[in-house]
Structures are given as C-alpha cells and as structure tokens.
C-alpha cells in the first residue's frame, strides 16, 4: 500500500511540478536518491528523469519551495 501511495505521489509531482527530484525526493522520505530511483524505476518501467522527459508538462504555476496541493 505505501508503495503505491508513493508512487502516486511522485508521479503528480513530476507532472505537475518543476521542483526538482531531489526535493521530490526528501518530500517522499527517502534518504538517498538512488534508492528512490530505483523504486521508481520498478514501478513505472523508466526512472524518474525520463519519466517526467515523457509527460507532457501541466504546468499549473507550481514552482520549487511552494507547496503543493495533491489531490486524493
């Protein structure tokens, strides 16, 4: 369950953010990138970077040190 809670999480924060995935990355309580990366990676097929290369960006105004609002 907390697996996908993340993943749901990091994947609206890709699309939806231009915050970097470094700060994605402490948001979602992970202590080290790579980790987090590797995750990512096995849940969605590609890691985070390429993830958020692929999507079509919405930007919605959502900027680095703001918060967020995510929809549940």
């Known amino acids: 369950m907390r697996d996908a809670t993340v993943n749901a999480i990091a994947v609206e924060l890709l699309q939806q953010t ?10 979602l309580g992970y202590a080290d990138p790579a980790a987090f990366s590797i995750a990512f990676k096995r849940w969605n097929g590609v890691p985070p970077s390429a993830f958020r290369a692929a ?3 919405a930007d919605l105004g959502c900027r680095e040190g703001q918060d967020v609002q995510l929809r549940r």
């Open 18 to 27: 231009d915050r970097s995935i470094a700060s994605i990355v402490r948001t």
């Open 55 to 57: 999507s079509p960006s």
